[in-house]
């Protein structure tokens, strides 16, 4: 298991839920019985993950104390105990020694027992003295787990294996000593705990790469930070940081926090986080993240979330939630595993007494098949099969940007029909931007613009945002405007460098006695045919030009759509936004269905009604107002660059603002699924097959714990391969 620190017993964590590190579980009955026992406590809910070893616990702590859930588990015959950190001691660690003997020991004893023209005298004693090490010290942890079950009146994958092996040796051993004729199967007892040491081995270092992805999330943070202290830089630890701090940040290092820039402007590294490869340039008032990297210029950083609540802390948060959770497909598995031992045993039981009974093989045959039966129905594989691929898919989800909330969003994925993609912020980048400038006759557009920026950089609204901004990054300093005065819904007028001028409706112009040429007015109706947002710009009563300001879309988007498309969806756009307006955004992207002119209450409603025509629908949003359309749809998808209303009502979160990344979280997920899928039919086919065929007693017990073992590391190693998802975010 990995090894973890505790903290004190009675440490209880806010909220009432903790995680708690399991030890000693063995097969996926010990998760399951694990889990029955925490469930028995009043106000007690609770999910045992035996591939990560951890227990997700929910409980009421006015009626339980954590003293409580630890003795629960104890009295199970298990260990508990409250995680700080990852030590990362290697947790195929305790089995390496002990396999390295078993292998030595074994060799010889395979070779006696297959040699049967060159064995030396008495090979059979020193068979047993070969085999005795192996299966009292190497295969000790086995006949202590099943000891340990034994107590509490239950049995294991570790009681097949310590029942067969144990009856091998005592077999072989009673055989020889009281010189009965009859064959010995010390190779059978070595061989078998070697092999099942083996699969342990690559089992658990395989279980660990499937938690990596947890790991590198919790190493990702940075562990210091230079505070400012009036004004002089101070090292303290993160964990010294509070809300409001301010702290400095060089080139090349870590951001400690969740804060603001307040001084300084650099580049970015987001890709821990979003998964995007392009570093994102930041300036004073932007937010940035704890652990990203400050890719060039010296930042000073105003610190607004610590510890719990950073996004790092929530998406591990999130991961770790997941992974700990059981999908709908798992629990036929944990109803079969925990019948299963005791069955495996009565068919072992009922193969020797029918073999002896119906006296078609002698005694050592009999056995042999019995033992046989007992070693190659192992449920290891079948308590491994949902929880390792649930681990390496939301992992690997983690690192491309993709949360996953639980794992029974899989199967929702896999039902989808049709998806809504909000417009604003999902579709468009959500911001205002100048997206034309026209002249009139005799003037340059620059000119249009240093005048437009000028009288529109006093004023807090949208569009007169957007363009101060164009104008400063277009031409650099403005010249000063004076007696600016904003007319609500028309626009503003200012004096700049003694011009009298006017930016807004043509209705605001008309006041003035200015109307629109003709070429301009033409202009203009083409530039919002197309969906922008047109004001003119006149000076001293005479027309200099248009300026045309739109919500640019996604460079991504019109790719994200294919991709959408490609895996069977039809997407559909929803916005407040007119029907002309929506018709242009749609079209640019490659959208045939459009809901125009919808009202924010009236998202969900929407979004029922295609439910109601039998479509089962996912939802893309990021705002506030998509929250309840995300809570109401199957599936909820939010762009992580929104609102926090929006990313807890969604099951899915794509922390980058990439609409691509939808199709990326879609396709993982329907992958992670159908590995699900095909580990559980691995898992159940294995046994339908083996067990038929160790009764027959065409399997031999070496053969049939080689199977075992082997079962077992291939179901872990397909799930690996989810490791090599490719995502579309971040391609050209």
């Not at 820039?261 to 979003?274: E, I, P, Q």
């Amino acid at each position: 298991m990995t090894a973890v620190a505790s903290r004190p017993r009675d440490q209880v964590p806010a909220g009432g839920h903790v995680e708690l590190a399991i030890g000693g579980m063995t097969c996926a009955s010990c998760a399951t019985r694990i889990e029955k026992r925490l469930n028995k406590l009043p106000g007690v809910e609770a999910t045992v993950n035996f591939a990560s070893e951890h227990a997700a616990v929910a409980f009421d702590p006015s009626r339980v104390r954590i003293t409580d859930l630890i003795g629960a588990v104890e009295a199970a015959g298990y260990e508990a105990s409250l995680p700080d950190a990852v030590t990362g001691e290697d947790p195929a660690r305790p089995y390496r020694h002990r396999l390295v003997l078993a292998a030595a020991l074994s060799v010889p004893l395979l070779t006696f027992a297959w040699s049967s023209g060159s064995r030396p005298p008495g090979w059979e004693w020193i068979s047993l003295a070969l085999a005795t090490p192996v299966v009292f010290f190497s295969g000790w942890p086995l006949h202590r787990a099943a000891a340990k079950n034994a107590r509490h009146g239950v049995a294991t994958m570790d009681t097949l294996i310590s029942v067969g092996t144990l009856s091998a040796w005592v077999w072989s051993t009673v055989v020889l000593a009281a010189a009965i004729p009859a064959s010995v199967y010390f190779d059978t007892a070595g061989a078998i705990t070697t092999l099942v040491l083996l699969g342990r081995y690559l089992e658990a270092r395989a279980k660990r790469r499937s938690g990596e992805a947890i790991r590198k999330l919790l190493e990702l943070g940075a562990k210091e930070a230079h505070l400012l202290r009036d004004g002089v830089e101070v090292l303290v630890p993160i964990e010294k940081l509070a809300v409001g701090d301010r702290f400095v940040v060089r080139p090349g290092e870590k951001i400690p926090t969740d804060g603001v820039v307040v001084a300084g402007s650099s580049a970015v590294d987001r890709s821990m986080l979003t998964g995007e490869p392009v570093p994102v340039e930041v300036v004073p008032g932007d937010e940035v993240s704890g652990a990203t990297v400050n890719a060039s210029g010296r930042l000073v950083v105003e610190a607004t979330r610590v510890g719990e609540s950073t996004a790092l802390a929530q998406i591990t948060r999130l991961v770790a939630e997941a992974q700990a959770g059981k999908a709908p497909v798992q629990r036929l598995a944990d109803r079969v595993s925990a019948v299963f031992v005791p069955v495996v045993i009565a068919v072992a039981s009922l193969t020797l007494i029918g073999w002896l009974l119906l006296g078609a093989a002698t005694a050592t045959a009999a056995f042999g098949a019995a033992v046989a039966v007992i070693v190659i129905a192992c449920p290891c594989a079948l308590g491994l099969a949902t929880p390792t691929a649930l681990m390496v898919g939301t992992g690997r989800g983690a690192q491309l940007g993709i949360v996953i909330k639980g794992p029974e969003v899989l199967e929702r994925t896999r039902q989808v029909t049709t998806i809504v993609l909000d417009k604003t912020g999902t579709v468009t980048e959500g911001t205002m931007a100048v997206s034309a400038v026209v002249a009139a006759d005799g003037v340059e557009d620059d000119e249009v613009l240093r005048l437009a920026a000028a009288a529109e950089e006093p004023s807090e609204h949208p569009i007169a945002r957007a363009i101060a901004a164009f104008g400063h990054d277009r031409l650099g300093t403005l010249p000063a405007a004076e007696g600016f005065s904003a007319r609500a819904g028309l626009g503003v007028e200012a004096v700049v460098e003694g011009h009298a001028v006017v930016v807004g409706r043509s209705s605001l112009l008309a006041d003035w006695g200015v109307v629109l040429p003709e070429r301009l007015a033409a202009e203009a109706a083409r530039l919002e045919s197309a969906g922008a947002t047109v004001v003119a710009v006149a000076a001293d009563a005479a027309v200099v030009g248009l300026v045309a300001v739109a919500d640019r879309i996604k460079k991504t988007s019109r790719a994200a759509v294919a991709e959408l498309r490609s895996l069977g969806l039809d997407p559909v756009l929803l916005t407040g936004d007119n029907e002309r307006v929506a018709r242009v955004v749609a079209d640019e992207v490659g959208i045939d269905r459009v809901l125009a002119g919808v009202l924010p209450q009236g998202k969900a409603a929407e979004i029922a009604r295609l439910q109601d025509l039998g479509e089962v629908v996912a939802m893309v949003g990021d705002g506030v107002n998509d929250a309840p359309a995300l809570a109401r749809a199957d599936l909820g998808l939010a762009i992580g660059t929104g609102a926090d209303v929006a990313i807890e009502a969604s099951d899915l979160t794509l922390v980058s603002g990439d609409l691509r990344a939808a199709a990326d979280a879609i396709r993982l997920a329907r992958r992670t699924l159908r590995t699900i899928k095909a580990n559980l039919v691995w898992a159940f086919g294995y046994n339908v097959v083996a067990i038929p065929l160790a009764v027959a007693g065409v399997v031999n017990p070496i053969v049939a714990a080689a199977t075992m073992a082997f079962s077992s590391v291939f179901v872990v190693t397909n799930s690996l391969r989810l490791r090599r998802f490719s995502s579309v975010v971040g391609r050209p």
